[in-house]
């Protein structure tokens, strides 16, 4: 078996692995300006996508154009959301060349497409060979799994991205499947999370504080998995969020799939507490001046309705935003995040409002993906998925590990 990274190698975003120049993992973009996609155009027989966000599953459709139909597998909820997503890239970019798809090749998916539930071991047919791949819960957002290929010489395990502790969303995964090799990402090899639940506290403390000073929150979030996290935690602490973007179509979706949620009952009623925000009428204006709770998209301010709030609550320090999600390099979350100023309408502009950055991740932190791997000690470990891969895999084979950290466009012999 051999693998090619076409992308999220050493980086996050656009993550892409190839299998034997025939299937394909994940097929994802990296959110910057302009989008990046992978490092080449594959054309395989078929692609296994590991979860709906959009640096796994963004550029899918693209895979579809001319007589191109690859089989496409994937859990039912990442169906939902791949569509969700590819129709938000074609408004922000569908009449450019920054978009290498059209709605056309969205609507082929459903040509091609075939979903799988957790556990439920599937052939598929790629470059003459046979895999059985199995999907397992990976603990991430809904629907996102571990992708284990086997081709009855190599068992292969693509982690995809995962979390190892629960989230009021969803389960972590306790998947340990046997495996010869690894690819693990490491988003957050060089962190240590706060415990949930202080976290929790200490952001839900934050907000009723702001809010009885007389000042509005401002909370980016993810669509898919955030959002309806934040949901469940200020529902959980007698806080009405409005709720605004992508995130109220994910949440609709994701509740379609109960059997992929840690309580779907929670979520019922997380939702029936908020508020979500329809855009019309001058609504944003006025909820922004009205002491409340927005969580909004994009979680890395990098478009939707967030940037008709932040240019409303940006002049007054009682105001408050609360960074929620990691914040890529070269986004303008980073840069608020950094050097808190933020460019609104072409116009680079300072924030008052104070900046907060709270860690809510779904990613396994180091001590989590040091106990994930410890289960393959045996294995070879490519790591990818992080912007500190060759350090955390120097730090591995101090331990024992069989580690690296492939470049773009390596070519790795399992």
Known sequence: MEVEFLGGAREVGRSAVLVDDALLLDYGLLTADPPQYPVRDPEPDAVVVSHGHLDHVGAVPALLKGDRRPTIHWTPPTA????????????????????????????????????????????VEAGGTEYEVTLFNAGHVPGSAHVLVDDRDTRLLYTGDFHTDDQRLVSGTIARPDADAVICESTYADVAHEERRAVEDRWAESVKTTIWEGGTVVAPAFAIGRTQELMLVADANDLTPYVDGMGVEVTRLVRRHPEFLRDSEALRRAKGAARFVTGRDGQRERIAGDNELIVTTSGMLAGGPVHSYLPKIRGNPTNKVTLTGYQVEGTPGRELQDHGRLAINGRVRPVSARVESYDFSAHADRAGLETFLD???RARILLNHGDRCGPFAADLRADGFDAHAPDLGDRIEL
């Open 375 to 377: 289960a393959y000690r």
């Open 80 to 123: 939902d959301l791949a569509r969700t997503l590819a129709r938000d890239t074609l408004k922000l970019h569908g009449n450019s060349p920054l978009c290498p798809f059209s709605e056309e090749h969205v609507a082929r998916l459903g040509e091609v497409e075939e979903p799988h539930a957790y556990g439920d071991s599937f052939v």
